[in-house]
Nanobody, 122 residues
Framework: QVQLVESGGGLVQPGGSLRLSCAAS????????MGWYRQASGKQRELVAT???????NYADSVKGRFTISRDNAKNTVYLQMNSLKPEDTTVYYC????????????????WGQGTQVTVSS
């Protein structure tokens, strides 16, 4: 059993900052990648940023230079530092753990967090 617990969402003024956290717990042998996605009402879920265990990162063009993803492998935790927030960043953010193995021989699976609301408004 694997659980993801997200935290850090909330209400912030334009230009402000928030830091999201997502901690994976349970039976974890290895994780390939962790990341953040967001989904506005009526739209498809889109990638925000991902990071591999080796530290390689990938960002959506809309957040480059403003958001920073990081990861604590020992804690199975991924963070998203969001700076210079804009109203268009308002939506629900989801954590994803990619290709998680619960044992050496287990098939890798993806897991999603429950989502955390980020609202950027004055």
């Amino acid at each position: 059993q694997v659980q993801l617990v997200e935290s850090g969402g909330g209400l912030v003024q334009p230009g402000g900052s928030l830091r999201l956290s997502c901690a994976a717990s349970g039976s974890i042998f290895s994780i390939y990648a962790m990341g953040w996605y967001r989904q506005a009402s009526g739209k498809q879920r889109e990638l925000v940023a991902t990071i591999t265990g080796g530290g390689s990162t990938n960002y959506a063009d809309s957040v480059k230079g403003r958001f920073t993803i990081s990861r604590d492998n020992a804690k199975n935790t991924v963070y998203l530092q969001m700076n210079s927030l804009k109203p268009e960043d308002t939506t629900v953010y989801y954590c994803k753990v990619g290709r998680l193995r619960t044992s050496l021989r287990a098939n890798p699976e993806d897991y999603w967090g429950q989502g955390t609301q980020v609202t950027v408004s004055s």
